[in-house]
């Protein structure tokens, strides 16, 4: 399905003709690939599955923010960034809609929602100008976008928020300085969506890509972080403390999502040392030709298994509350194969859970 119509299905929903009962085509398909794709991740074990993002992650959020103008090279705020009027996560609101025939299809006695949303430190990267009052105000307008798609009635809530931050630490940012007002002022934005969420009982939590500058640790409303299955904060001493410390948690990252690392980890492992990054673009080749199958490069249940028993080892039962897959699966040749990793990550954190019975 074309990200065109997924998108044209998003901005529709919102619609008025949508709130008055009128429906259309792209709005029909939009919905029906969230809830199919939903669906499907129920199927495979995921417990609490994040909503289907099959749009762009920063320009699904830009679309709901007013006060901002794209430019040449980038946004520019024109004014303080605030929310539309009305705006939420089309996603959520869609499986909040048709919590009743979720139930039906995957056989759960109830919906339970994670809620992705682009945070302010990775939306700020793509303007012109970046300056305390931007975190703010995109902390501000995602805070009120959040907001309005909190739900929990006898059917379904959305039971987890977490703030995507995938920009944060890949650059020495003097904005982040310690004591600087730009890191303070972020610690505020985040902190503002996180206390949103969390004073109506839900969960929230960080996903980082790379986790050198701990700025994460001093939002007082942020419960749990996560980042990829080879960074630090899972190997670290240091985390351990500062987990206790902050009273904080942390997600298990077990399963690698980046299609090209499993590839080259692949080659690696049968031996290949030279041209490593050429061989993964002819393994391409040969998978999109139908010439090579995409499931010799999937990581077996057993090896997640191990990643999820060293890390609840290490930082304890009661700091682990979630498991799952490092990162989104855009990258992968297919949705079966997607699909399979995900039904691979939940048997291996129910291979455990049955052990600790």
């Not at 605030?82 to 109830?110: C, H, P, Y």
């Not at 986790?211 to 899972?234: G, Q, R």
């Not at 980890?265 to 090579?292: C, P």
Request: charged residues 30%; proline residues 3%; hydrophobic residues 35%.
């Amino acid at each position: 399905m074309e990200e065109s119509v997924i998108r044209e299905g998003a901005r529709r929903s919102q619609s008025v003709l949508s709130l008055v009962g009128g429906r259309d085509d792209a709005s029909s398909v939009f919905e029906e690939e969230v809830v199919t794709a939903f669906v499907d991740k129920l199927k495979v074990g995921i417990d609490v599955p994040n909503y289907p993002q099959f749009r762009d992650m920063n320009e699904m959020y830009f679309e709901k923010i007013r006060g901002i103008e794209k430019q040449q090279g980038g946004y520019m705020a024109m004014e303080t960034p605030t929310a539309k009027s009305g705006s939420s996560i089309e996603e959520v609101d869609v499986l909040k809609s048709n919590a009743s025939r979720i139930m039906d299809l995957s056989g759960v006695d109830r919906v339970r929602v994670k809620a992705c949303v682009t945070g302010p430190y990775t939306l700020a990267s793509f303007f012109n100008l970046k300056t305390p009052g931007l975190f703010e105000g995109l902390g501000s307008a995602l805070a009120e976008i959040t907001s309005r798609s909190l739900f929990n009635n006898r059917r379904g809530e959305l039971a987890l928020l977490c703030i995507d931050e995938p920009v944060l630490g890949f650059l020495n940012d003097p904005m982040l300085d310690y004591g600087s007002d730009g890191r303070e002022a972020l610690i505020r934005a985040w902190d503002k969506i996180c206390r949103t969420a969390s004073s109506k009982g839900v969960e929230t939590s960080m996903h980082l890509h790379n986790t050198s500058d701990d700025v994460y640790w001093n939002v007082e409303h942020l419960d749990m972080l996560e980042s990829h299955v080879v960074d630090p904060l899972y190997s670290q001493n240091a985390t351990k403390r500062r987990l206790e410390e902050t009273d904080k948690r942390l997600k298990a990252s077990i399963s690698v999502t980046i299609f090209d690392t499993l590839i080259e980890n692949h080659l690696r492992a049968s031996g290949v040392e030279k041209e490593v990054q050429q061989k993964v673009g002819d393994t391409w080749t040969e998978i999109n030709h139908g010439r090579l199958d995409p499931f010799i490069f999937m990581e077996e249940q057993s090896l997640l298994l191990r990643r999820l028993e060293g890390i609840v080892e290490k930082f304890g039962e009661e700091r682990v509350p979630y498991a799952g897959p490092e990162c989104g699966m855009s990258s992968w040749p297919t949705y079966e194969t997607a699909m399979e990793g995900l039904r691979r990550t939940s048997g291996a954190v129910q291979q455990l859970n049955e052990r600790g019975a």
